[in-house]
T-cell receptor, first 111, second 115 residues
Framework: DAKTTQPNSMESNEEEPVHLPCNHS???????IHWYRQLPSQGPEYVIH???SNVNNRMASLAIAEDRKSSTLILHRATLRDAAVYYC????????????FGTGTRLKVLA | GAVVSQHPSWVICKSGTSVKIECRSL??????MFWYRQFPKQSLMLMAT?????????EQGVEKDKFLINHASLTLSTLTVTSAHPEDSSFYIC???????????FGSGTRLTVV
């Protein structure tokens, strides 16, 4: 099963862009890359996912490296409400499709 | 769409008693649901996969007799922590999916405190 590596923590100033990296060097050709975030005392919420091409939605953008061994979640203008733990996940697809969470990146947004 | 409701949001129980946590998919059917546990400052740990109409599949190291899972319908899975002890105090979270293309939706979690 492919694993992900993320920095433990990052800081950003409010209203500035944030780039959250994720390494997944053992990714296979069919592995999707999912990003979730978890606010304090809440369950994780979906942010974005992609396979090969860069993806955009109302919350964020996902930039996927050409070799797919890494990806970057981009928050275009961080707000205080974006302070959370961000998880990069490669779902396990052998047998039941499920998520195994890594340590994630704790994002701190400074006012 | 894709709302997962978890109840209760918090519970305090005495050591030795059992506690049931419910996870419902409100606007979709889920043949598979998942249960996670999260200790303070740690990541989510997958406990088990709940399968509608069949036995749950537990991750290595999770006691199936301690954490009873029932998935009796396509919209409801329950986790019962039996004979709870203070070390079972944790944040329990469930998740469900409408299908591969949609990812998983998580419940808001249940904070269990055993005193």
């Amino acid at each position: 099963d492919a694993k992900t590596t993320q920095p433990n923590s990052m800081e950003s100033n409010e209203e500035e862009p944030v780039h959250l990296p994720c390494n997944h060097s053992t990714i296979s050709g069919t592995d999707y890359i999912h990003w979730y975030r978890q606010l304090p005392s809440q369950g994780p919420e979906y942010v974005i996912h992609g396979l090969t091409s860069n993806v955009n939605n109302r919350m964020a953008s996902l930039a996927i490296a050409e070799d797919r061994k890494s990806s970057t979640l981009i928050l275009h203008r961080a707000t205080l409400r974006d302070a959370a733990v961000y998880y990069c996940i490669l779902p396990i697809t052998s047998g039941t499709y499920k998520y195994i969470f890594g340590t994630g990146t704790r994002l701190k947004v400074l006012a | 769409g894709a709302v997962v409701s978890q109840h209760p949001s918090w519970v305090i129980c005495k050591s030795g008693t059992s506690v049931k946590i419910e996870c419902r998919s409100l606007d979709f059917q889920a043949t598979t649901m998942f249960w996670y546990r999260q200790f303070p400052k740690q990541s989510l740990m997958l406990m088990a996969t709940s399968n509608e109409g069949s036995k749950a599949t537990y991750e290595q190291g999770v006691e199936k007799d301690k954490f009873l899972i029932n998935h009796a319908s396509l919209t409801l899975s329950t986790l019962t922590v039996t004979s709870a002890h203070p070390e079972d105090s944790s944040f329990y979270i469930c998740s469900a999916s409408r299908g591969l293309l949609y990812g998983y939706t998580f419940g808001s979690g249940t904070r269990l405190t055993v005193v």
